[in-house]
């Protein structure tokens, strides 16, 4: 997950979020396509975006995000020592540890329980059962 990368920001994914959003739109286009026209109008589109969307508003983007976390972390400086002191929170370092604790639970828990998997699979054998008579 992506939670877990160390230095990945807030908005680092948002510009693969905005590109497979602009890409849901060729989805009429290319839907009895086959696979090498599909991929053909996606590489074309994307070319296109990267000539005359991309580059144009790079600028404008990459300021807009600088001042955001200019802003983001001067609030935080003033934030965060309050929100420590009201939580009871003494060192900023149980934060990286709440944090891997969580990935170490959620990497634990991945998958469904065995015996809830059985339990489903009995069940949709008894009613295959129940469907087959």
């Known amino acids: 997950l992506a939670r877990y990368v160390d230095g990945l920001g807030l908005e680092d994914l948002e510009g693969c979020e905005r590109t497979f959003s602009k890409t849901n739109g060729l989805a009429s286009a290319v839907h009895y396509s086959s696979t090498f026209h599909c991929c053909q109008a996606i590489a074309g589109y994307l070319a296109h975006n ?18 955001q976390a200019l802003r983001i972390i001067e609030e935080g400086k003033k934030t965060l020592p309050r929100i420590m002191d009201d939580l009871g929170i003494m060192d900023v370092s149980v934060f990286s540890t709440w944090l891997s604790e969580e990935n170490e639970y959620l990497t634990a828990h991945s998958c469904e329980p065995e015996e809830e998997t059985l339990h489903m699979e009995y069940w949709q054998k008894l009613v295959n059962l129940e469907a087959s008579q």
Do not use: A
Request: hydrophobic fraction near 30%; charge should be negative.
């Open 50 to 67: 990267d000539e005359h969307d991309v580059y144009q508003n790079l600028t404008t983007m990459i300021f807009n995000n600088y001042k």
